[in-house]
Structure formats: C-alpha cells, structure tokens
T-cell receptor, first 115, second 113 residues
Framework: GAVVSQHPSWVICKSGTSVKIECRSL??????MFWYRQFPKQSLMLMAT?????????EQGVEKDKFLINHASLTLSTLTVTSAHPEDSSFYIC???????????FGQGTRLTVV | AQTVTQSQPEMSVQEAETVTLSCTYD???????LFWYKQPPSRQMILVIR??????QNATENRFSVNFQKAAKSFSLKISDSQLGDAAMYFC??????????FGTGTSLTVIP
C-alpha cells in the first residue's frame, strides 16, 4: 500500500505556544488529506478535509483559527495547533487520498501533550 | 449523514478460538466501501479487511472474514484461530472512494492465552 509519513510522532509543548504537524504522502500524489483527532479509548473524529491548493473544510465544532491546515502541495499537508492549551492534548492522525482510493492511507499519528 | 455503530465496547476470546465483532451502518448511498481497521497499542491504523458494497461475496483475508448483509446494513468481522497478536482496538469504517472515513466507536479485543 501507499506510504504516508507523519511527523513528529510525539511532541510536548508549553501552553500558549504553537506546534506544527506534517503529513506527507511518500509515493503518491495526495489530492485530499484528512485530519483526525483521537482521545484515549475513543474513535477517530474527523477535524477537517484539505484539498491541495484550496482552503480546508472544517467539521462542525472545530475552530479553524486554532487548527490551521495548509495543503500547499500534492505531497504535504500541515496542521498547526495555535496557542495550544492542555485540552488540545490528544492523538492526531492524518490520512491521504488520491481521489480514487478505496482505502485510507494513514500516517503514524502524533501524540501532542500540552503542559 | 453516515453513521457507523459498534455495539460491543469490549470483547474477549480464548486463544485459537473464534470471535465475531459486530458493526452496523447507515447510508443512503449505493456505492461505498466498508472496512475493518486494527489499532494496536502503537496506534498505527492497520487495514484488516475491505468490502465493496457492490460485491455480494463476503471478503476474506486469511483468518479474517466478514459477514456483509447489505439490506440489513450489517458488517461483522469474524476472526478465526485467534492469536495473541490479534489483541487490539478494532474499528469498523465506512467510506466512499476518495472521501473521508466514518468510524465506529471501536471494540477492544482481548485474547486470553
């Protein structure tokens, strides 16, 4: 299957700072990338969908000014958590699609801890 | 809106035995895919099995098979000859080609030696 690399795998940051998470499709062009958030022992909840070259579409209840998503190329999407607070601590997972995929290609996930 | 329901938060099975995980979904679409993903403690999502809605034949992958009942919108996963490495969180998911995935709430599977 296709490879999606997510970086970093874990990060600790101080309250009030921003942290950027990268999601790269290594061997295919990802026209669409999806960002999910997962709390402990819970399911993956879609945060936003990003299409290359256009603004991301956020799910209801997700603050677009707090979770900035950029999809500037066909192989890279970034999620920036701005002014992070402890309640933003979670596991964030990206997945990538070339628009025709019949399966999701997931990154390894990023565990964010805000102290 | 599409919803995926897993009614079993936790399941356990004896090693070498068979276990079935349940999943139901709701959609008005006719072209879609259903999946079972495994999430071990590493939290990497691993595809277990996939079913195309237009196929009547149930998908199988070695020890893993599904019972796909399209009219009932049911999609259960059967794990045969359970192994210790099968212990994980299992998520049922729905998707349309190229689109987002909708996940169930997950079933935590314990394999008892």
């Amino acid at each position: 299957g296709a490879v999606v690399s997510q970086h970093p795998s874990w990060v600790i940051c101080k309250s009030g700072t921003s942290v950027k998470i990268e999601c790269r499709s290594l061997d295919f062009q990802a026209t669409t990338m999806f960002w999910y958030r997962q709390f402990p022992k819970q399911s993956l909840m879609l945060m936003a969908t990003s299409n290359e070259g256009s603004k991301a579409t956020y799910e209801q209840g997700v603050e677009k000014d707090k979770f900035l998503i950029n999809h500037a190329s066909l192989t890279l999407s970034t999620l920036t958590v701005t002014s992070a607070h402890p309640e933003d601590s979670s596991f964030y997972i990206c997945s990538a699609s070339n628009g025709m995929n019949t399966e999701a290609f997931f990154g390894q996930g990023t565990r964010l801890t805000v102290v | 809106a599409q919803t995926v329901t897993q009614s079993q938060p936790e399941m356990s099975v004896q090693e070498a035995e068979t276990v079935t995980l349940s999943c139901t979904y709701d959609t008005s679409e006719s072209d879609y895919y259903l999946f079972w993903y495994k999430q071990p403690p590493s939290r990497q999502m691993i595809l277990v099995i996939r079913q195309e809605a237009y196929k009547q034949q149930n998908a199988t992958e070695n020890r893993f098979s599904v019972n796909f009942q399209k009219a009932a919108k049911s999609f259960s996963l059967k794990i045969s000859d359970s192994q210790l490495g099968d212990a994980a969180m299992y998520f049922c998911a729905y998707s349309r080609p190229g689109n987002q995935f909708y996940f169930g709430t997950g079933t935590s599977l314990t394999v008892i030696p």
